[in-house]
């Protein structure tokens, strides 16, 4: 497995911005098994990892007014 950078942004624009300004060399992860598989494998080669759990706005699933889910 190839090093990587791990970063934890705490905010959805914060994360936005790390993803545009490395392009195809970062993925998200949030959870992340079926993405250690592929950084095991050899399959993927991303030089930052942007970790999702400290972004508030992101966590659960809830009902908006007008039913849909957010």
Known sequence: ???Y???EPESVEEAVDLLASEG???HLIAGGASLLLMLRQG???PSRLVGLR???ALRGI???DDGALE
């Open 62 to 64: 809830r009902a908006a």
């Open 43 to 45: 399959l993927l080669t």
């Open 54 to 56: 400290r972004i508030g």
């Open 5 to 7: 950078d791990y970063v």
């Open 24 to 26: 195809d060399d970062a």
């Open 1 to 3: 497995m190839t090093a």
